[in-house]
């Protein structure tokens, strides 16, 4: 089971640092009765691509300002809406352009808001829109291939949560880290009452991180969560190398000192991490590969792992929610679909590599899937080993 693992793994060597940051956007619409007020929102180190789709502007404000008179189409009761004057464009102090316009509309019905202003950016742009009326509101995730939000003037009409729950499915299938994680962990298993267990406490570690962090209960440094994404990554490969080996009690000691002495050089260069953090990774490998190597059985602490590594990705997940203004009213059931989202997506990682386990084992020789293992471990610790000091120091 664990050879094809390996190959499968060993494919995401090929990938960037930034494994599953995806480009996104958010507007808040507001209805009246001659119109609607839209506020379009787009972090400006974003907005820096849109300099070369227009290469009249000058500066990031014309060329956003450009782009939303380009790539958005508002409608009301089948009649298009006209935009009253361009949008006005100021920088917020958070680092977000934010561009306001108005659109004047003849008659009143259902609500069409067409966004394609961010497509060019990138192929997986997630827009988050929401449309504030009298009765309340409604929200809509929008991607390349979906790009209109339909609002009807039944306020009780189908709600957002089919989006945020495609939204979940594929914000883990797209995010290469946890992808690696959740397949990694398939190496130190094998049996179904094992790989369901361990599977398990990922779900139990992710689901209750990504509720605390979204609800705002916890709220710590993106950098320093996506960089320990990364080192646990690096810790279950090193796990899988090493129980192969029997080296752990040496490689407890090496690895200690080769975090110690990381984080001495974050004294003078700086890090993501701090000194409690590095304190806390080093007493981990310590004793973690210690206690492997004095005989602990590596299968009965896998569940308890993973549910910690998953309190860690957990707080990843949420990065994609923090970044939109969910209602109050709105979070919870947004904040389910989306964990939904997320286990379904995790359950067809799992299925699809368990099934391409057993076609590989009657098609390939065994030699060929025992290097592929090799492979997978040397793959899983470069890449943790990249974003986790990538993470770290950059």
């Not at 014309?62 to 009649?79: K, P, T, Y």
């Not at 004047?104 to 988050?128: K, M, W």
């Not at 989306?338 to 590599?353: C, D, P, Y």
């Not at 098609?363 to 890449?383: D, E, K, N, Q, T």
Request: charged fraction near 15%; proline fraction near 3%; aromatic fraction near 8%.
């Amino acid at each position: 089971m664990k050879a094809l693992i390996a190959i499968l793994l060993a494919l995401f060597t090929l990938a960037a640092a930034d494994a599953h940051e995806r480009s996104r956007s958010n507007s808040v619409w507001r209805e009246s009765e001659t119109g609607l007020e839209g506020r379009i929102y787009l972090e400006a180190r974003q907005a820096t691509l849109l300099l070369a789709l227009d290469q009249g502007s000058v500066s990031l404000e014309n060329a956003f300002r450009q782009r939303l008179i380009d790539g958005l189409e508002v409608s009301r009761g089948g009649e298009a809406c006209l935009l009253n004057a361009p949008p006005t464009i100021q920088l917020r102090p958070d680092g977000r352009l934010e561009g306001r316009g108005i659109w004047r509309c003849e008659v009143t019905g259902d609500i069409e808001i067409g966004v394609r202003v961010f497509s060019p950016l990138s192929a997986n742009h997630v827009h988050f829109t929401r449309l504030e009326t009298a009765d309340g509101f409604r929200e809509q995730v929008l991607s390349r291939d979906r790009s209109t939000a339909s609002f009807g003037t039944d306020p009780a009409a189908a709600g957002h949560w089919a989006g945020f729950l495609l939204l979940g499915f594929e914000h883990i299938l797209g995010g290469l880290d946890h992808v690696a994680f959740v397949l990694g962990l398939l190496l130190l298993v094998s049996g179904w009452r094992r790989i369901a267990m361990v599977t398990l406490g990922f779900t139990v570690g992710h689901s209750v991180t990504l509720a605390l962090a979204v609800i705002g209960w916890v709220s710590p440094p993106g950098a320093a969560v996506e960089s320990l994404i990364g080192f646990s990554i690096l810790f279950i490969s090193a796990e899988a190398a090493l129980s192969r080996q029997g080296a752990l009690h040496s490689a407890a000691w090496a690895g200690g000192a080769g975090l110690l002495a990381l984080a001495m050089v974050s004294m003078v260069a700086g890090s993501a991490l701090t000194w409690p953090v590095w304190l806390g990774l080093i007493t981990l490998t310590v004793a973690y590969f210690h206690w492997l190597g004095g005989g602990g059985r590596a299968v009965l602490a896998a569940p308890a792992m993973s549910a910690g590594f998953g309190l860690v990705h957990g707080i990843g997940f949420a990065g994609i929610l923090l970044e939109i203004d969910i209602a109050g009213e709105a979070l919870i059931p947004a904040l389910l679909a989306f964990n939904v989202g997320v286990e379904l997506g995790q359950l067809a990682i799992v299925a699809i590599a368990l099934a391409a386990v057993g076609i590989s084992q009657r098609m390939m020789p065994a030699r060929i899937l025992s290097y592929g293992h090799a492979v997978l471990i040397g793959g899983l610790a470069g890449l943790g080993s990249y974003w986790f000091l990538g993470r770290a120091f950059l």
